[in-house]
């Protein structure tokens, strides 16, 4: 029976990508609120703040640019850690509500993934 899938046991690539769609995600609206932003910092404590830190230094001079971002998001082949990684990606823009610029990168990941995403509408507090 295969083993579930886990942030530790994404490869080097897989974590990189992670990463740095969390960055472009969150990032994309140079505004978040303190909910959003707790729910990163409890993230990133788990990765290892070292770790997400040096990675979001890899892929700032990896991916200067959005087409080759796009391009090496195309490398990370695994169906389970492209669920992983844009599931990640998704719980943490919903923390604040998924903004524009947050849904056109989980739209694009979710289409080139072939990875669905749907959001469930809150459930009504009567």
Known sequence: MPQEKTIAS???????????????VLLSERSSDEDEAA???????????ADYTALVGKADSDFEDDDRFKAFLSTIT??????LILGTVVELALVDGVQAGEAEWIGWASEAWNVPVSVAAPESQD
């Not at 974590?15 to 740095?20: E, F, N």
């Not at 729910?39 to 703040?49: C, N, S, T």
């Not at 695994?78 to 669920?83: F, H, L, N």
Request: charged share 40%; aromatic share 6%; proline share 0%.
């Open 10 to 24: 994404l490869t080097a690539d897989e974590r990189l990508a992670l990463v740095a769609l969390i960055e472009r």
């Open 39 to 49: 729910a990163l910092d409890r993230f990133v404590e788990g990765f290892g703040a």
């Open 78 to 83: 695994d169906a389970d850690s492209r669920e």
